[in-house]
C-alpha cells in the first residue's frame, strides 16, 4: 500500500508567537493532513534546542521543547489570561525567527504560569515527576545551573558544579530549588500538550 507524507516541523506552523507551536494550528493541520488523506507527518527532533537553536543539537532526548508550549492553551487552564502573553514582542522582522527575543519572552511566559500553577491542586504534576525521575530531575537542574552562568557551557561553571561535587549539588539545589522546580513545570506542561 503505498502513502504519502509531509514533512514540517511544528516550528513551521502559522503563529503569532515567534514560532509554531502545538496549539489550534496543530490542530488544524492534522485535519488538513486527514481530509487530504495524507497518511504520515514526520517532524524533526522536539528537545530542547541549545547554541545554534538547531533541533539535532539538544540539552537532553527526554525533554520537550518550551518554545512549542501554546499559550492559549494555558489559558484554558486557568495558568495564564491573554494579558500575560499576547501584547509581547515576539519577532522583530517578519522573515527569520529571533530566538534571542523567543527565549527571554518564551521564559518570563511560563514564570507567570508557573506561579499560577504553584496555586492549583497541581492534577497529575506528583505522579508525572515520579514517572520521570530518571532523567527529569538531572534535567532540571542542568537547566536551573546553566540559567544561573548565563547559559555558558557547564565546563565554564564552578569546579566543583562542573565536576558534580555532591556537597556542592547539595547546596546549590536548595538554592534553586524554585528554578528547578519551574523547569521540572515545563516539561509536565509540554507533555501534556504532545
Not at 12 to 20: A, C, D, K, N, Q
Request: proline residues 4%; neutral net charge.
Amino acid at each position: 500500500m503505498r502513502r504519502s507524507g509531509i514533512l514540517m516541523h511544528i516550528s513551521s506552523l502559522p503563529s503569532r508567537f515567534g514560532i509554531g507551536r502545538m496549539g489550534k494550528a496543530a490542530y488544524d493541520f492534522v485535519d488538513f493532513l486527514k481530509a487530504s488523506e495524507t497518511a504520515c507527518w514526520q517532524i524533526l527532533p522536539l528537545s530542547p534546542t541549545s547554541y545554534g537553536d538547531s533541533p539535532y543539537q539538544s540539552f537532553s532526548v527526554h525533554a520537550g521543547n518550551p518554545y512549542f508550549i501554546d499559550f492559549a492553551l494555558l489559558e484554558e487552564q486557568g495558568l495564564l489570561t491573554h494579558e500575560d502573553y499576547a501584547s509581547m514582542l515576539w519577532q522583530r522582522t517578519g522573515d527569520s525567527v529571533d530566538y534571542e527575543l523567543l527565549y527571554r519572552n518564551n521564559l518570563t511566559v511560563l514564570r507567570r504560569a508557573f506561579a499560577k500553577f504553584q496555586k492549583t491542586q497541581k492534577k497529575g504534576y506528583a505522579s508525572y515527576k515520579k514517572a520521570q525521575k530518571y532523567w527529569l530531575p538531572e534535567y532540571a537542574l542542568f537547566m536551573a545551573l546553566k540559567e544561573k552562568h548565563d547559559g555558558k557551557p557547564w565546563y565554564e561553571w564552578e569546579p566543583e558544579l562542573a565536576m558534580r561535587d555532591k556537597k556542592a549539588l547539595d547546596a546549590v539545589k536548595k538554592e534553586l530549588s524554585e528554578e528547578i522546580e519551574l523547569h521540572s513545570f515545563i516539561q509536565f506542561i509540554f507533555t501534556q500538550q504532545w
